[in-house]
Nanobody, 118 residues
Framework: QVQTVESGGGLVQPGGSLRLSCTTSVMRPFSTYSMGWYRQAPGKQRELVALIESAGKTHYVDSVKGRFTISRDNDKKMVYLQMNSLKPEDTAIYYC???????????WGQGTQVTVSS
């Protein structure tokens, strides 16, 4: 059964940091997948905030550039999202997803809640 588990969320003050982690089961070598972090804030659509390609190239949505860093450990089949200088508008449930070629998986994990508040 394909399973994705995100962890590392929590309550943090503005300006603080969190590191999210994700592990997922795969049918092919983990290194062949691109991995992404999505987030969904209350009342908003889910958005892709960071992507790391199988070759390691990274992409970010403008709102998190310079503050978030996505990374991966292929041996551990893990993907991470280091979030610094957090803002209240970063509050959301964060999900990780995998993409093989151009096809994103249609299975989602439970996500991990990030709340940025004083």
């Amino acid at each position: 059964q394909v399973q994705t588990v995100e962890s590392g969320g929590g309550l943090v003050q503005p300006g603080g940091s969190l590191r999210l982690s994700c592990t997922t089961s795969v049918m092919r070598p983990f290194s062949t997948y691109s991995m992404g972090w999505y987030r969904q804030a209350p009342g908003k659509q889910r958005e892709l905030v960071a992507l790391i390609e199988s070759a390691g190239k990274t992409h970010y949505v403008d709102s998190v550039k310079g503050r978030f860093t996505i990374s991966r450990d292929n041996d551990k089949k893990m993907v991470y999202l280091q979030m610094n200088s957090l803002k209240p508008e970063d509050t959301a449930i964060y999900y990780c997803q995998k993409r093989y070629g151009s096809a994103w998986s249609d299975a989602w994990g439970q996500g991990t809640q990030v709340t940025v508040s004083s």
